[in-house]
């Protein structure tokens, strides 16, 4: 598994050489002529970085195992509920979206399913009324907030 | 004695009713932060930072109640290596050896119970430690012009894998991608560097979210992968039965066991792990054949105890005095600082004598409340610890993400959080250590801006970076603190792991 070393060194190298081009370009500021500019630091971090990716690539550590498919999709399903919670947090509101969030991942960690939302719905409620009474912070209600008029 | 006249004063925060109830705050949710699984002390102290901003708390007690945290998360980090044989962290795994076979033999409440006081002794000692070294580190510091200070900075991060770090070039690629991550946003000549355009990257990137992000988030993705989601059975724990003679035989071993825990601590690259394990292995050489060390001597418990608690102390004076940090939890205190708009380093002794001193009696109280808080509330631990993973962990992420969205109430952050955990669970799998990047994120700026100053005074000669007595040394010992772990950390690895093993 030699490999994840080697090819982490290379994006990195690359990543290297795209930033200390990056550096170059920086328009020289107004009234410049001081002992280091914007692009002197960034110089030398590009540097440092090409060196030891360059290192790693020529001398790459025994890397640990990638989990199989299965778990990779685990893994994805949950960088997708995170996302998704950021994406509905505003429009749903924070409770709803926090029983999903949490309720699916507890889910996908092994609890029961509902169980899982349970938990997911008490720990949004407590969440809510802690930020919004006790700590006087604004959550979005969301759809929610038709309830507050009644 | 003009210490004393401040400590005084310092006291005089620390006790003052409101900073008094968010150390105790503080110390409560810190042990629980120590003992719950999955659940570092820089990950708590950073999960907690956005709080104590929403909470709009003034910088003297935010501090107070995160080194309390601090404080209380070493204190919490025994639980489940007496009870479960499972360290929280690495310096917790010397505790095991004899914690353990303490808790098979019934004495679980007795180990936790001694683990307490020698936490509190080894803390007590290198506080003091603290009060009397930080001073004068602090004045000598002022001597330092900038071009020492970049290479103590280069020093810090050269030292920061540790003695028992493995390769030191993933070291210098972390931080070298930290430090990038830094210069990202507009630089103090105006000059936009690496925002393409992208109005919330033009004040560079905060790095509590980075931090939030690659801690937090990383590792709740490291459970999933783990399916380590299910925790363990419920613990019991006998009901406490310790004289005083008891006591009373440990008292020396602590003694030993703060000290050399606090030279560990304020030495770079040594660390809390080194500090428990010279104490544990110190201690068995003493005590030689008298004691039954690895199977459940009162004293292998309470040696690494002492060490580890005293080198978390220890670790805070070159935190506080050179504004560099030594450990991951340092490091995530540093950040609280810097947002906090507080400058670390020696002119901190001066300018902000109020906060240092207050956060220092707090200490010192925190201590104190931690002792009176773990002996009798230990039980209400144990039962938390029970809690699986698999629903504690989805919770505290959501927690994680509502304080970030209560400072900012921005979902950009919120996704960039995201973006870091990924990164922070790929870095991880690549063995790629995560700390030294938060430093880098955190030093960039000053490392740039003394970097400048430096090459500005010597009209752009670069020699100038190595030119005085002091700065040769520190770049001297950057390099020693490099290449050691190379020839000694593979022994004292292998050391470590016989040890475990002989008792396991």
New interface residues.
Partial sequence: MKC??RI?GLL?LVLAVA?GW??TQ??V??GGG?????E???T??AV??AL??L??IVKP?P??K??PMR?GL??LI??VV??A???L??PLG?IIT?TL??GT??W????APIR?YV??LI??IV?YFL?TIG?D?S?PLGVLSVLEGS | METLGYLIDGFGVALAPHNLMFALIGAFLGTLIGALPGLGPANGVAILIPLAF??GLPPETALIMLTSVYAGAMYGGRISSILLNIPGDEPAMMTCLDGYPMAQKGKAAEALAISAIASFMGSLIATIGLILLAPLLAKFALTFGPAEYFALFVLAFATLGGITG??P??T??AA??G??IA?VGI?N???Q??TFGVLELYEGVDFIIAIVGLFA?SE??F???D?A??GKGPMKVNKLTLSWKEIGSIFPTTLRGGVLGFISGVLPGAGASLGSFISYTLEKKILGSKGHFGEGDPRGVAAPEAGNNGASSGALVPMLTLGVPGSGTTAVLLALLISMNITPGPMMFTQNADIVWGVIAALLVGNFLLLLLNIPLVGIFVKLLSV????L???V???A??GI??ISNS?FD??FM?AF??AG?ILR????PLVPIILGLLLGPE??KN??H???????DWSVLWSSGLSITLWALAIIGLVLPVVVGPILRRRMKAAQENVG
């Fill in positions: 994840n070393d982490f990195m930033y990056g550096a920086f328009p500021p107004f001081e002992g280091i500019g914007p002197t630091f960034p030398l971090l440092v970085l030891s990716s290192y790693l550590d890397g640990s990638w989990p778990t685990e893994l949950a960088v995170l996302i919670y950021v994406l947090l505003q924070f926090t969030a949490v991942l507890c996908r960690m092994g609890a899982a938990t997911g720990a949004g969440v930020f700590l912070l959550l | 929403t909470l493995k390769n070039v993933k210098i690629l070298a991608i430090l990038m210069t630089d000549t105006g000059t560097r690496y988030i709740l993705m459970f999933i992968e399916r989601g299910g699986p993973p698999k629903y962990l989805p919770i992420t959501m927690v993400f509502v969205y209560s979902a919120l996704y995201v955990g990924v669970y799998k690549l063995e790629i490392m740039e970097l400048g430096a090459l500005t005074i010597s009209d752009g």
